[in-house]
């Protein structure tokens, strides 16, 4: 490809799709865009902290060979006025990966913002935020340490489509009239509507992009966020396409939260990612009071866009929040903040944004190594109270330093002390997994009081069903009878045969059958007694459903299958303690 003036280095290779993957040669071509106002401040300095830990990562064997690509004012005065130019998005597109400063919306004059005309001409459907504590950072949690989480939201849909029609309007009208009349809609005069569209498409192109992180980046755990009990069509279905792209596409890889109960008694296995959804009122109070049982969460447009900027506000603000908008592959990492002219070539702003969105361009790439160093330095320069003028404001006994000296401080701890950094950053790593393990010994010692305090409202007959307690054909009632005392339950299944299928043996059988009928629990096998068919439900069943069986067969239990074997059961007890504790189900 030819360019009219973005220079392609002519050392270094450019990084490739292979197989669904991106391949990063050890001498990656990358593009950058300074960026206006602070831009070109922050970029400089960000550039040298990148560039000093992939030197000191790899001792010279991995380098990045920078390309400068072109948006914004910078462009403008390059390409005759044209502050998008073209040949930038075929740039961005050639190299896969990039990363920008902010850039200025010009005020007027019909412009759209650069930073939406990026996302919808590169199709970068899903904007990422990493949220993640740094010691020292100013924070208002008691606890800012338990918050590591990345915000996958979805960048195409939502409320942000644009179909919108202002009131009072002949389109409003026209759309009004065809939703009373022919849809018996009832809505107030001269209302504005606005459509918002969510399709199977967007959202589990995103669900993927989440899963597929989280696989790549050992995390724990995908929360689909969600106001689903509402908005059954729209955010309930994103949450229903969630799951099933989940089970097609990743199988073996994942576990539904609903599954990590019902069959895992609460113990994680190895190398599995839980999926599990949040109401979105819940996940806001809970980001705050729980955050350290997120990790990954996949949102749509609206709720993301809310969420991210409040998670980021726990942990110093947007203005360190990293970010990127990445499609399919291709991926631009950018500072999440504005341009703040009044700044501009003072050498005076706090270059985290950029930098930490580097750190994440870094993880992208599959240079952990050179990411973790920087991770690692970021809080001992914090914590030595040597920060820019905004963090200095937010603390007693700062030392206020500029851009750049900041940067220096960054580059003097990866380099003198790399391995006391990597240190560090094992033991953050540690710190968290004793966590997780301390969260996964109470969810396995006691289930109910875990899912409520992290919110997890179980919503099928899998999620809340005892696993299956069974005897084989021909054993004696008096022994099933031990056996249920020792298991502390007052059932048992009974596998009869090919052709017999499953039955099930209650107390009162014995009671009824055995004792009543003055038999011998001895002589008396469990073939004898137990009931069938069985009164059965898949796991998918919803607690209404059980209940009402339940109900319509004047029984006291429904066993739950899975390919026509019973791999569960839910009684009437379950269900009351359930419903006590967690309610009905909401619809505020
Ligand atoms: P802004 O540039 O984000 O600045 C608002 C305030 O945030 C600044 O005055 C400063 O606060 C603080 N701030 C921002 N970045 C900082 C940094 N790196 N270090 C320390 N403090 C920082 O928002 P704006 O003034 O509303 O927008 C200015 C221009 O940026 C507009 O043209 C807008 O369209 C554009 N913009 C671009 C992007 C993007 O490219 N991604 C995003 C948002 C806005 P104090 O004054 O309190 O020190």
């Known amino acids: 490809m030819t360019y009219q003036h973005v220079k392609i280095p002519e050392v270094g290779k450019k990084i490739t799709v292979k197989s669904g ?50 948006l914004g004012e910078k462009a403008a005065s ?15 597109k050639d190299l896969v ?16 913002s650069l930073n939406v005309s990026l996302r919808q001409n590169l199709d970068l459907y899903a904007c990422v935020r990493p949220v993640r504590y740094y010691k020292g950072v100013p924070s208002p949690l008691q606890d800012p340490d338990q918050v590591d989480v990345v915000v996958f939201r979805e960048n195409t849909e939502d409320v942000y489509a644009g179909i919108e029609y202002e009131s009072g309007t002949p389109e409003n009208e026209k759309l009004a009239k065809f939703l009373r009349n022919e849809m018996g809609a009832k809505f107030f005069e001269d209302a504005g509507l606005g459509i918002k569209p969510i399709s199977p498409f967007g959202s589990k192109r995103l669900v993927r992009k989440a899963i597929e992180f989280a696989i790549d980046q050992n995390r724990e755990s995908v929360t689909l966020v969600h106001k689903g009990n509402i908005m059954k069509f729209t955010e309930g279905a994103f949450r229903k396409w969630g799951y099933e792209l989940a089970k097609n596409e990743f199988e073996d890889k994942i576990i539904t939260e609903e599954e990590l109960y019902s069959e895992y008694g609460g113990k994680q296995p190895k190398g599995k990612i839980v999926i599990k959804d949040r109401i ?18 996949a949102t749509m447009n609206l709720n993301g866009d809310y969420l991210s900027d409040a998670v980021a506000a726990e942990v110093g603000g947007i203005g360190i929040a990293p970010g990127a ?13 504005g341009t703040a002219p009044k700044y501009a070539n003072q050498n005076k702003v706090n270059p985290s944004s950029l930098l930490l969105s580097g750190v994440m361009m870094l993880e992208y790439m599959g240079w952990n190594e050179a990411a973790d160093l920087i991770n690692a330095a970021y809080p001992k320069v914090i914590g030595d109270k040597f920060v820019t003028y905004d963090f200095a404001r937010q ?13 220096d401080a960054l580059i003097a701890k990866i380099t003198g002390n790399a391995d006391v950094l990597a240190r560090f950053e094992r033991e953050r790593r540690d710190a968290v997994e004793a966590e997780r393990k301390e969260r996964e010994a109470k969810r396995i010692e006691d289930p109910i009081a875990a899912m409520r305090e992290s919110g997890h409202q179980p919503s099928t007959a899998g999620g809340i069903m005892s696993p ?31 052709d017999k299928g499953w039955g099930i043996m209650t107390k009162r059988d014995v009671v009824t059958k055995i004792v009543g009928a003055n038999k011998s629990t001895h002589n008396g096998t469990v073939d004898e007694i137990v009931s069938r068919p069985l009164i059965t439900a898949p796991a998918d069943a919803s607690l209404s459903t059980v209940s009402l069986l339940l109900s319509e067969n004047n029984i006291r239990r429904v066993v739950i299958e899975a390919r026509d074997i019973p791999v569960g059961v839910v009684s009437d007890t379950d269900l009351f303690d359930i419903v006590e504790e967690f309610g009905w189900g909401t619809d505020d």
């Not at 990445?326 to 903040?337: K, N, Q, Y």
């Not at 603390?395 to 940067?407: I, L, Q």
């Open 78 to 92: 390059i390409y005759d006025g044209e502050y998008f130019p073209s040949e930038t998005l075929d740039a961005i």
């Open 468 to 498: 299956v307690r069974g005897v084989p054909a021909g054993t004696s009632v008096e022994d099933a009878m031990h056996q249920m005392r020792e298991w502390d339950v007052s059932y048992l299944l009974v596998e009869l045969g090919e």
């Open 395 to 407: 603390m007693t006994g700062a030392h206020t330093v500029s851009t750049s000296t900041f940067a």
């Open 280 to 297: 979105a009122d819940i996940i806001f109070q809970l980001l705050q009071l729980r955050p350290g049982e997120f990790d990954v969460l």
């Open 21 to 70: 993957k991106i391949e990063v040669p050890d001498q990656p071509i990358v593009g950058f865009i300074e960026g206006d106002g602070i831009g070109p401040d922050i970029t400089a300095a960000s550039m040298r902290v990148w560039d000093a830990a992939v030197e000191k990562a790899y001792g010279g064997k991995r380098k990045i060979n920078w390309c400068e690509l072109y």
């Open 325 to 337: 908008n990445i499609s399919d592959h291709v991926a631009v990492f950018e500072a999440t903040h």
């Open 97 to 112: 990966v990039a990363i920008k400063g902010p850039l200025t919306t010009p005020i007027g004059g019909g412009f759209r």
